[in-house]
């Protein structure tokens, strides 16, 4: 599916969610470009590996004088 046709859907979508109000379609129409180009972003990075140095560092020692 090509680009433009993913955010006309995506913006579709967008306005059924919000109740199909009437003279909104630029912001739905914007908010779906958005959507789809964070997908691409996110697809182009691949998976997230966790941080193996996240919670690995000591815990200040409380108990010292002055720490």
């Known amino acids: ?5 993913r ?6 979508e967008i306005w059924e969610r ?3 109000p009437k ?3 630029q912001e739905h129409w ?3 470009v958005q959507e789809i180009e964070a997908e ?3 697809s182009e990075r691949g998976p997230v590996a966790p ?3 996240v919670g690995t560092a000591p815990a200040p020692d409380t ?5």
């Not at 108990?63 to 720490?67: A, D």
């Open 30 to 32: 914007d908010q779906a």
């Open 23 to 25: 003279g909104r379609e």
């Open 51 to 53: 941080d193996p140095t």
């Open 7 to 12: 955010i006309k859907r995506r913006a579709y």
């Open 63 to 67: 108990n010292k004088p002055g720490g």
């Open 1 to 5: 599916m090509d680009r433009e046709e």
């Open 18 to 20: 919000e109740g199909r």
């Open 40 to 42: 691409g972003s996110e």
